[in-house]
């Protein structure tokens, strides 16, 4: 992402030829030592019928996860192990799943529906499912916000920690909804980019004059919160802290955003009341930007509302310009990307940047990366229904 | 061993994820082959897809080692 490099392309495992989008963000097929996804080498095939792709990818996700904040109490922790708890959520979960079995009492078998129909769908068995593997008997929970569940999934978590629920959780969002039910659904609602299905790489362009809508993704992305002293105690290694966070509603519109960008400003004043910060302690937004035409712009509007004379010092970019909207795991994906922007010293950059629609004040790293001081990071998600969140990290220490 | 039993252990080892050799006849789907409650649902069904026999649920409640459920289906494709 760094380089320049787009994970978009065109849908070649199912059948596109009815739907006016044909590209998407696929996680690549190969193996874990290239930095592929092979589910074979993370779940035992007897167990993938068990659950939908979406927990599939949660369960990949978060063993990585786990398995680099090396905390994994054994079966002689169970206090430890009460204390751990899950927060992984989606926001559309089984489709697919569902798909399959509707198809089967359509076919008049409905005797055929699998026992594990139900359990694949629901949206909570991601975080079922790492609790069983990992022995995780703390809280076990799942938001459902559409797009904005990543960014809610990680700042509820941290907040079950800040109220003494748990001293780990394990949070994040999946998504997988790259099927023919799932990119039907967003066509219908006219969300989706079709101007660049023999182009795929140029398909997400946020805040580029020629967007016409968001490339679909799919993927999960889950992180290790802990309670700060718990965490130094042990010598973990900490990549950031979760230090603001801020949610508002828009009452407005099922899918639209309100047209003065209000729901998303009064999201990120919370997300900055709470950490006690001014927006020039920010150096660096991972904007929701989808690549929307209304979206984009007012997201942009609402920052340099908040942000007034410092918006010409901040950067903020879009990374689903890269690797699409992957609804409810966009949060906790770009939660990384915000962890790691600090963690590296680099605004990570918006692909196909060239026109802007609106001139700003704000550097929005168009086209390359770019190495700055970054030691605070706010992203945003919001999602259908007016649902908004913003999360702040900081450099630990 | 009838055609039935080999398939029947096919369908097992395929459905359970355990090594062929541990399928034998007297093998208990929860006891001996790591089965939970919804795995021995989805065996019968597998059952009742390849042999072409409706297996009900009172029966299949019975079905709980590999030989139940040879039994069974030999015992409905001779009738």
């Given at each position: 992402?760094?380089?320049?490099?787009?994970?978009?392309?065109?849908?070649?495992?199912?059948?596109?030829?009815?739907?006016?989008?044909?590209?998407?963000?696929?996680?690549?097929?190969?193996?874990?030592?290239?930095?592929?996804?092979?589910?074979?080498?993370?779940?035992?095939?007897?167990?993938?019928?068990?659950?939908?792709?979406?927990?599939?990818?949660?369960?990949?996700?978060?063993?990585?996860?786990?398995?680099?904040?090396?905390?994994?109490?054994?079966?002689?922790?169970?206090?430890?192990?009460?204390?751990?708890?899950?927060?992984?959520?989606?926001?559309?979960?089984?489709?697919?799943?569902?798909?399959?079995?509707?198809?089967?009492?359509q076919q008049g078998k409905t005797r055929r529906i699998s026992p594990f129909f139900i359990p694949s769908a629901l949206i909570n068995l991601a975080s079922g499912h790492v609790s069983i593997k990992y022995g995780f008997k703390g809280p076990n929970h799942a938001v459902v916000t559409a797009c904005a569940t990543g960014v809610h999934a990680l700042g509820d978590a941290a907040r079950l920690i800040a109220l003494n629920d748990a001293d780990v959780m394990v949070a994040g969002g999946a998504e997988a909804a790259v099927a023919e039910i799932g990119m039907a659904g967003f066509?219908?609602?006219?969300?989706?980019?079709?101007?660049?299905?023999?182009?795929?790489?140029?398909?997400?362009?946020?805040?580029?004059?020629?967007?016409?809508?968001?490339?679909?993704?799919?993927?999960?992305?889950?992180?290790?919160?802990?309670?700060?002293?718990?965490?130094?105690?042990?010598?973990?290694?900490?990549?950031?802290?979760?230090?603001?966070?801020?949610?508002s509603g828009d009452a407005y519109h099922i899918t639209a955003p309100t047209e003065d960008g209000d729901g998303a400003f009064r999201a990120m004043r919370a997300a900055l009341k709470s950490a006690s910060l001014t927006p020039a302690d920010i150096q660096y937004v991972n904007a929701h930007g989808t690549s929307t035409p209304m979206g984009d712009d007012l997201e942009l509007q609402a920052v340099e509302r908040l942000w007034g004379d410092e918006a010409k010092n901040l950067a903020m970019s879009s990374t689903k310009s890269a690797i699409g909207h992957l609804l409810g795991a966009a949060g906790a994906v770009e939660g990384i990307f915000s962890i790691l922007a600090i963690r590296d010293g680099v605004a990570p950059p918006t692909l196909n940047l060239h026109n802007p629609s609106r001139e700003s004040a704000i550097d929005r790293v168009a086209l390359e990366a770019q190495p700055r001081k970054i030691d605070t990071v706010l992203s945003n998600s919001f999602g259908f229904g007016g649902t908004n969140a913003s999360i702040i990290f900081r450099r630990a220490g | 061993m009838s055609d039935t039993a080999d398939k029947v252990k096919k369908i097992v080892v395929e459905h359970l994820g355990v090594e062929e050799s541990k399928v034998t006849t007297e093998a208990s789907f929860i006891d001996d082959l790591g089965a939970d409650s919804l795995d021995t649902v989805e065996l019968v069904m597998a059952f009742e897809e390849a042999f072409g026999v409706e297996i009900p649920d009172d029966a299949a409640e019975k079905i709980t080692t590999v030989k139940d459920a040879i039994d069974y289906i030999e015992k409905q494709k001779s009738a």
């Open positions: 992402m760094l380089a320049g490099e787009s994970g978009l392309a065109a849908i070649q495992n199912f059948d596109v030829s009815a739907l006016p989008a044909k590209i998407a963000g696929q996680v690549p097929v190969g193996t874990r030592a290239e930095g592929k996804l092979d589910i074979n080498e993370w779940i035992p095939v007897k167990d993938q019928k068990k659950m939908d792709r979406f927990i599939q990818l949660a369960l990949v996700a978060a063993t990585d996860a786990v398995e680099d904040s090396g905390w994994n109490p054994g079966e002689d922790q169970e206090e430890e192990r009460c204390r751990t708890g899950v927060m992984i959520g989606s926001g559309i979960g089984g489709l697919p799943t569902i798909y399959e079995a509707s198809m089967l009492i066509c219908a609602s006219r969300a989706l980019s079709t101007a660049f299905n023999d182009d795929p790489t140029k398909g997400s362009r946020p805040w580029d004059r020629d967007r016409d809508g968001f490339v679909m993704g799919e993927g999960a992305g889950v992180v290790v919160l802990e309670e700060l002293e718990h965490a130094k105690a042990r010598g973990a290694k900490i990549y950031a802290e979760v230090i603001g966070y801020g949610m | -």
